[in-house]
């Protein structure tokens, strides 16, 4: 790892909750939006304080192994990577076109073929981590962003931090992911591969569909028999309107053998994604009403201005007129209205002096 140069990032400090969801748990890390001084680029950098880390080295460190590995579209990237005496900063791709469910909602047409073009992007994503030995692990919606704004902005796969290179003999045993998402095998305790991530996209298609998950129980002893029992329905009426090869797709994705089950491979190769059988019908009242009772958003998760940001840091370099050129193109994707809930930045704060220098931690507010 580099030791971090004061002299090469101007930051602003702040929570973004909904940048890189999952990243922020409270145990051992913030994540700061930044600007690259010579090329203006805005990142967001994972501030991880390494005395938190005792005890945990092994986790950071495979979640650093696996990014390093990573070069895709439909994935966030790791940028860089630094560190100071106290911190481990991970420079990574920023990502602003918000969640995969804000986006649902906000939109006035929804159809089976916006969910087949998605679950595309997810699995051209994900085949290409399982063919150079990479498990994600903790696919779900909320590790599903949207890079921009744009109307047909492509879809982002965020969150490592539970994923995994494959073992010599390609199975494994920690039982981890999000209860909900995760495959029988893990909850069964059994040996697993990287079949676990396509059932997991079969949850995620499921809820596509329809707005609520396959699997609910308010005890998670009975949650995790459903699951391991592979015990889920197409109720009408909510999935009256969804075509056969939907309900296909998702059957072969949500197969309890694991040695049955699709593979990234043939889910591609499905109908569903490959062909026209994705249906044209407008579907987004009855999705968002779903979506909006069963995925409620947390009370303290507020609205992100990026432009209210952008605005600040051109302040921090410029003096204090709030007037002056245009973003950089580079932010341009950063531009989102206020009402915008896509990501959420909890205050800022001024950009590291420039006079920092020696062993001084220039990121020393992210304790």
């Known amino acids: 790892s580099k030791k971090l140069s004061a002299h090469s990032w101007s930051a602003c400090w702040g929570q973004t909750n909904l940048i890189f969801p999952g990243y922020l748990r409270g145990a051992f890390s913030e994540v700061f939006l930044a600007e690259e001084k010579k090329t203006k680029r805005l990142v967001a950098i994972k501030c991880i304080q390494k005395k938190a880390l005792k005890g945990k080295e092994n986790s950071i460190e495979n979640e650093v192994a696996v990014l390093q590995k990573i070069k895709h579209p439909n994935i966030v990237s790791l940028e860089d990577l630094f560190e100071s005496k106290s911190h481990r900063y991970l420079v990574m791709q920023l990502v602003s076109g918000g969640e995969l469910f804000d986006r649902i909602i906000a939109k006035g047409f929804y159809t089976e073929k916006d969910a087949s073009k998605l679950i595309q992007q997810v ?13 994600h692990r903790d696919l779900k919606p909320e590790n599903l962003l949207y890079y921009s704004m744009d109307e047909d902005s492509k879809i982002m796969i965020s969150d490592f931090g539970l994923s995994k290179i494959e073992e010599v003999d390609n199975m494994m045993s920690t039982a981890c992911g999000t209860p909900g998402y995760v495959a029988p095998e893990v909850l069964a305790q059994i040996p697993y591969s990287k079949t676990v991530d396509c059932w997991s996209i079969g949850v995620i298609s499921y809820i596509l569909l329809c707005g609520y998950p396959p699997f609910y129980d308010e005890s998670d002893a009975n949650l995790f028999a459903q699951i391991i029992k592979a015990q889920y329905e197409f109720d009408s009426p909510y999935w009256d309107d969804i075509s056969d090869s939907a309900k296909d797709f998702i059957v072969h994705l949500m197969e309890k053998d694991p040695n049955k089950r699709y593979t990234c491979e043939q889910a591609l190769q499905h109908p569903w994604i490959a062909g026209d059988t994705a249906l044209d019908r407008n579907i987004h009242e009855s999705i968002s009403a779903q979506i909006k009772k069963n995925f409620a958003k947390l009370k303290w998760k507020q609205a992100f201005n990026a432009t209210a940001v952008i605005r ?32 959420c930045l909890l205050g800022v704060s001024n950009a590291f002096p ?8 220039p990121m020393s507010n992210c304790a």
């Open 123 to 135: 699995l051209d994503a994900v085949k290409y981590l399982h063919d150079i030995g990479i498990i």
């Open 312 to 343: 600040h840091m051109k302040q921090l370099q410029l003096g204090t007129s709030t007037e002056g050129p245009g973003p950089n193109p580079s932010q341009a994707h950063l531009l989102l209205p206020h009402e915008n809930a896509g990501a």
């Open 354 to 361: 420039a006079s920092a220098g020696g062993d001084a931690d």
